[in-house]
């Protein structure tokens, strides 16, 4: 498989990669199914592009990881033919692969923990915690190899991933109740040790130290974990983005990649530019999280520079902004503006579900495993 997401020949900024997190779930209930090894095994695994299916932390949960692309429709093409493939693999099973970052119907058991020594040390570590965290996140990674350089940019992107969030809430339901936010998904990441904005580093060698003792402490299960919703990636040549909710549809999850890797091309020209990250206080980062995990672009977040309160879809306005100067480099701009405004007229996935399930179980169904196989999606915007 190519590695996902970076390339140490291609220019810093330049390639991206997706990892998408889906459930799966019975085809007239909803109810989560811990059917994944079934799933799995029906698809292949490998899809063209280096594209790659893979369990999760439960068996309720399949993950896609696409190959490395430069070229945003690439991107589309694999996370497209990645869902299809998917949905494709567990219709005989009468099953349905869902776009949800929660599970939003309940089931009548506690799905198992995915085998393997490493999902077992989680559960075992978390406890509680984990044990109804069938969470399903969208990650990107934008290819980096420099690792000094990694972690000089995601000082600059501590700002913005308030307003990421905000734009991919989309796990308003969890297991038949409706939670009241717009991510669920983020508030049961808050429970983890070290979740949320990642702390102003030093170096590579700050990261590594902070890691090294957060493991050391126990609440690491190894090296390769952590919490934050951005990192230097611990086993790519990448910085990962971990802030999103799974995307209703590829459209989306292209749309919150392509911004995720603008904003780390914006932070290599201040970079070049000699301009420092801006000091963003660590009581305000959390309080931007929460705000835009509870009401998505429905209401008021927090600007964490100016430490006030302003609606969402403004600092969303604001992120664009910064944006665009590298989305228009890469030609990527008019999409991403296309999308999010289809996102603040139409709903976030979390507004789109909530009506979809006062309309019943089956119309949230259809909603979710449309984005999930795409085919309608792919029709709308031929």
């Known amino acids: 498989m190519r590695t996902l997401g970076g390339d140490d020949s291609a220019e810093p900024g330049r390639t991206v990669g997706v990892e998408e997190e889906f459930l799966l779930a019975d085809a007239h209930t909803g109810a989560p199914a811990a059917r994944a090894g079934a799933v799995l095994g029906a698809t292949g695994r490998d899809l063209a592009g280096g594209t790659v299916l893979q369990p999760e ?26 869902r299809e493939r998917l949905a494709a693999a567990a219709r005989p099973a009468d099953l349905r692969v869902l776009a949800a970052g929660t599970p939003p119907l309940p089931g009548s058991a506690r799905p198992a923990v995915s085998a393997g020594d490493r999902f077992e040390r989680v559960a075992r570590t978390y406890r509680a915690a984990v044990a109804d965290y069938q969470a399903c996140g969208l990650h990107v ?12 940019v995601l000082n600059h992107l501590r700002p913005w991933l308030p307003a990421l969030l905000a734009l991919s809430v989309n796990s308003p339901l969890h297991l038949g109740s409706d939670t009241g936010y717009g991510s669920w998904r983020m508030v049961q990441q808050s429970r983890f040790p070290g979740s949320g904005v990642p702390p102003q580093l030093r170096s590579a060698a700050d990261h590594d130290e902070q890691i090294a003792k957060l493991v050391d402490c126990g609440v690491l299960v190894d090296p390769a974990q952590s919490f934050w919703l951005a990192r230097p990636s611990p086993h790519l040549p990448t910085i990962e983005f971990r802030v999103a909710d799974t995307a209703i549809t590829a459209r989306e999850a292209v749309a919150q990649a392509a911004l995720c ?14 301009r420092e990250a801006p000091p963003v206080r660590d009581q305000f980062a959390r309080a931007a999280v929460w705000c835009a995990a509870r009401d998505g672009l429905a209401g008021y977040g927090v600007h964490v520079s100016r430490e006030c309160r302003l609606p969402a879809p403004d600092l969303v306005s604001e992120l664009i902004e910064r944006a665009a100067p590298a989305l228009a480099e890469t030609g990527d701009l008019q999409r ?18 909530r009506a979809a399930a006062a309309a019943g179980v089956p119309e949230l169904l259809d909603l979710l495993a449309a984005g999930a196989d795409s085919r309608t999606e792919r029709g709308a915007h031929a």
């Open 57 to 82: 932390l439960f068996s309720s949960q399949v993950e896609t990881a696409s190959g490395v692309c430069t070229a945003l429709s690439e991107l589309d093409a694999q996370l497209v033919a990645a």
């Open 141 to 152: 990674h934008v290819g980096l190899a420099d690792r000094e350089l990694a972690v000089a």
């Open 261 to 274: 890797r603008a904003l780390v091309r914006t932070a290599l020209a201040e970079l070049r530019a000699g």
């Open 336 to 353: 991403v503006r296309s999308v999010v405004s289809e996102l603040v007229r139409h709903g976030t996935g979390a507004q789109r579900q």
